[in-house]
């Protein structure tokens, strides 16, 4: 039967999301289709990264991941099927596979699906649909594409270290306003070394021991944790952190190890 999921800036109240998944259903009426997300912003292929990577691995081995972020026609991109961990990926070369997986892929194929013509300016209802129901059937890269050596390489901004410092950056603000860093757990533990610590970030702010719940401190106190990508949050129980705290993307936070 098979599973496609899918992330895309497709938003919840035009045709595109309809027209995609009724293309999908066309080609495979027994498939089923997860909706991961259609409210990455328009473009951004970093939000759309971090969101992937950090939900792809609890689905099945050989699911199929179709990415619909910044995939208009254009003859410069590549349309690429790749296979990492055992899951499949389907989207535009536009650097996203390189945010997702910090490497290239296990096996990566350029998609030489021919194209309808109608679908011109919207390949992800037709190649996109073909290539991701051919794998979903059980279907081999090679049957769809040529193989290609490596992907458009995008780095992710990294924490720095100095000294007893970590300085990092947020990187995402969840549907509860939780704010989330670029430093994960395994940087930190690795850094702290059983010391304690301070975390600052704006209007002075600062916070001194984990958390390892939300409900941990009293309603609309602020904390740290480690959620469940991995990365360093900071919340307020119940409180909306981003709003109340001012921390936007690509705001400095700094953890000073004392």
């Given at each position: 039967m098979g599973i496609i999921t899918l992330t895309t800036d497709l938003g919840d109240k035009d045709i595109y999301q309809?027209?995609?998944?009724?293309?999908?259903?066309?080609?495979?009426?027994?498939?089923?289709i997860v909706d991961i997300t259609h409210n990455v912003q328009a473009f951004n292929i970093q939000q759309a990264a971090f969101i992937l990577k950090n939900s792809y691995y609890y689905f099945p081995e050989k699911t199929v991941h179709l990415i619909g972020i910044d995939t208009v026609y254009n003859k410069d991109v590549k349309y690429l099927a790749v296979r990492y961990r055992n899951?499949?990926?389907?989207?535009?070369?536009?650097?996203i596979f390189?945010?997702?997986?910090?490497?290239?892929?296990d096996e990566m194929v350029e998609i030489s699906i021919m194209q309808d013509l109608k679908f011109?300016?919207?390949?992800?209802?037709?190649?996109?649909?073909?290539?991701?129901?051919?794998?979903?059937q059980g279907g081999k890269l090679t049957e769809i594409g040529e193989?290609?050596?490596?992907?458009e390489k995008k780095m992710n901004l990294q924490p720095v270290i100095e000294k007893n410092l970590i300085k990092g950056v947020v990187i995402y603000i969840d549907?509860?306003?939780?704010?989330?860093?670029?430093?994960?757990?395994?940087?930190?533990?690795?850094?702290?070394q059983g010391r304690r610590f301070i975390l600052y970030f704006k209007r002075n702010e600062v916070i001194t021991?984990?958390?390892?719940?939300?409900?941990?401190?009293?309603?609309?106190?602020?904390?740290?944790?480690?959620?469940?990508?991995?990365?360093?949050?900071?919340?307020?129980n119940k409180g909306n952190a981003s709003g109340l705290l001012g921390l936007n993307l690509g705001d400095s936070v700094i953890i000073d190890f004392q």
């Open positions: 309809a027209a995609l998944k009724g293309s999908i259903l066309k080609v495979q009426p027994t498939v089923n899951h499949y990926f389907v989207g535009a070369d536009n650097g390189c945010l997702m997986f910090g490497k290239d892929p011109l300016h919207f390949p992800l209802t037709d190649i996109f649909v073909k290539a991701a129901c051919h794998l979903a193989p290609v050596d490596s992907v549907s509860f306003q939780n704010v989330i860093t670029n430093i994960t757990k395994e940087l930190f533990m690795k850094i702290q021991q984990l958390s390892w719940y939300y409900n941990e401190v009293d309603e609309g106190e602020k904390l740290c944790l480690f959620g469940i990508s991995d990365h360093l949050e900071i919340a307020i």
